[in-house]
T-cell receptor
Framework: SQKIEQNSEALNIQEGKTATLTCNYT??????LQWYRQDPGRGPVFLLLIRENEKEKRKERLKVTFDTTLKQSLFHITASQPADSATYLC?????????????FGQGTILTVHP | GAVVSQHPSRVICKSGTSVKIECRSL??????MFWYRQFPKKSLMLMAT?????????EQGVEKDKFLINHASLTLSTLTVTSAHPEDSSFYICSYQWVGTDTQYFGPGTRLTVL
């Protein structure tokens, strides 16, 4: 069956360090993968999208990699700040007749300590 | 980024009543939108896909007669939870697909509590 796993339920790091979050999937052929940030009691906020034919994307302090052979995406936040503390969700989109439909991982709760 | 609003942000109702949740895109028009639900400490689960002017497509296991979706216009969609029961208590979130992209913009969510 199809499965998306974000390997850590929670991740605690010190301010200034790089946070690395992992998203693994099985039995999917995603056309693209997205990362979202969700704060408590709020809807997800889009961060980055990476397509199946792309290896890496960057946006300011954020970097995402996508390895379709390993079926894994890594999400990095460099020079982390306490304000980065939130739940981070990965989501897969398969395109085709399911265009637009996203399947989400369970999320990783990131806490950045001052 | 695009702005999506939801109303109400919180609602508490008695078992057996119906609740309507509105989702509006404030600064763009979208032909496709999605409704999700999220249980505490769980991920978002897609409930249905809605195209303006067409009937919604529901995911497996989601009762279409219980969760009525009306995509009335390019900027407004409503989800009505009919005859709500305590197990329907959840966080309901809508999202709009930005036309020509794969990016979705999510509303702030509606917390439904059924007593």
């Amino acid at each position: 069956s199809q499965k998306i796993e974000q390997n850590s339920e929670a991740l605690n790091i010190q301010e200034g360090k790089t946070a690395t979050l992992t998203c693994n999937y099985t039995n999917y052929s995603p056309a693209y993968l997205q990362w979202y940030r969700q704060d408590p009691g709020r809807g997800p906020v889009f961060l980055l999208l990476i397509r199946e034919n792309e290896k890496e994307k960057r946006k300011e302090r954020l970097k995402v990699t996508f390895d379709t052979t390993l079926k894994q995406s890594l999400f990095h936040i460099t020079a982390s700040q306490p304000a980065d503390s939130a739940t981070y969700l990965c989501a897969l989109g398969t395109g085709g007749t399911s265009y637009g439909k996203l399947t989400f991982g369970q999320g990783t709760i990131l806490t950045v300590h001052p | 980024g695009a702005v999506v609003s939801q109303h109400p942000s919180r609602v508490i109702c008695k078992s057996g009543t119906s609740v309507k949740i509105e989702c509006r895109s404030l600064d763009f028009q979208a032909t496709t939108m999605f409704w999700y639900r999220q249980f505490p400490k769980k991920s978002l689960m897609l409930m249905a896909t809605s195209n303006e002017g067409s009937k919604a497509t529901y995911e497996q296991g989601v009762e279409k007669d219980k969760f009525l979706i009306n995509h009335a216009s390019l900027t407004l969609s409503t989800l009505t939870v009919t005859s709500a029961h305590p197990e329907d208590s959840s966080f309901y979130i809508c999202s709009y697909q930005w036309v020509g992209t794969d990016t979705q913009y999510f509303g702030p969510g509606t917390r439904l509590t059924v007593l």
